[in-house]
């Protein structure tokens, strides 16, 4: 059973820097795409980063683009969002998710959740 835990979210001013991790345990490295989500109070879900397993590619949502970025380290299983020059519209929870999924998941359903972490941008 595939589990997930994020850290590493906190309070920073406009335009500083934080990295978002994702632990994630109970599955082969590789089977699983990976994807972060966010979302802000009153707001709808949105995706920020998808990583596509098994030589898919990275994508991102226009609003992050050029500020944040997402690696996976494969030896550890654990994902990561470094986001820089935060923007108070950035301001949200901040969730990672699974699904097994080899290749584009650009559409994909992730069914495997954690229970996020918050992020708060001050302006």
């Known amino acids: 059973q595939v589990r997930l835990v994020e850290s590493g979210g906190g309070s920073v001013q406009a335009g500083g820097s934080l990295r978002l991790s994702c632990a994630a345990s109970?599955?082969?490295?590789?089977?699983?795409?990976m994807a972060w989500f966010r979302q802000a109070p009153g707001k709808r879900r949105e995706g920020v980063a998808r990583?596509?397993?098994?030589?898919?590619?990275?994508y991102y949502a226009d609003s992050v683009k050029g500020r944040i970025t997402s690696s996976q380290d494969y030896a550890s299983t654990t994902v990561y969002l470094q986001m820089n020059s935060l923007k108070p519209e950035d301001t949200a929870m901040y969730y990672c998710?699974?699904?097994?999924?080899?290749?584009?998941?650009?559409?994909?359903?992730?069914?495997?959740w954690g229970q996020g972490t918050l992020v708060t941008v001050s302006s």
């Open positions: 109970g599955y082969t490295a590789g089977s699983n795409s």
């Open positions: 990583i596509c397993t098994g030589g898919g590619n990275t």
């Open positions: 998710a699974a699904a097994k999924v080899v290749g584009d998941c650009r559409l994909t359903a992730f069914d495997v």
